[in-house]
């Protein structure tokens, strides 16, 4: 079961829980609320899951590619490690399967507030057009995913404000008819 909760203030090292005192846990069905989903399956097999298959084929998720952060797997770490923490939005759906290791997704409530999501193996993530968030490697410094789209990759982030965008827009207005 995904684990999320509201994040604290503190400006301390990314990579810790940030786990606000008191705790406010947040379940899923908020993060539903909030255009997030999540499935847990099989890292192991990933390669014939049917669970998988069936998700990209009703999702239309027809790319994929997999994607190691580690210091000595991926070129570029630092750079990349502060580009992922930035909070930023996408025009697309972002979609990430991970495979092994852990890290956190950060989105925005709808009030603004940070919840931070830890993934681990087997556990995959929508987060929607439109959403402010950020990702960070977790305190182990290691994740494999699976990056997943609709059509050809798009790997376009806009750093906030980037509120001008139609893909806010719309998650403004889809924020606005989940809350009634």
Request: aromatic share 14%; hydrophobic share 35%.
């Amino acid at each position: 079961m995904v684990e999320a909760w509201y994040m604290d203030e503190s400006g301390e090292d990314q990579r810790a829980p940030h786990r606000q005192e008191p705790h406010r846990p947040v379940s899923l069905e908020q993060l539903r609320r909030l255009g997030v989903f999540h499935w847990k399956l099989d890292a192991d097999n990933y390669e014939t899951d049917p669970d998988l298959a069936r998700i990209r084929k009703e999702k239309n998720y027809s790319w994929m590619d997999i994607i190691t952060i580690h210091k000595d797997k991926l070129p570029n770490y630092q750079d990349k490690i502060k580009i992922f923490y930035e909070e930023h939005l996408h025009l697309d759906d972002e979609i990430r399967y991970i495979l092994e290791g852990s890290g956190y997704f950060d989105v925005r409530d709808k009030d603004d507030k940070w919840i931070r999501i830890f993934m681990e193996k087997g556990d995959m993530i929508t987060l929607p057009a439109g959403i402010y968030h950020r990702f960070t490697l977790d305190e182990n410094n290691y994740v494999k995913a699976m990056r997943l789209f609709v059509g050809e990759p798009v790997w376009t982030a806009y750093n906030r404000p980037a509120d001008h965008f139609p893909a806010r827009g719309q998650y403004i207005q889809f924020l606005a008819q989940a809350a009634q």
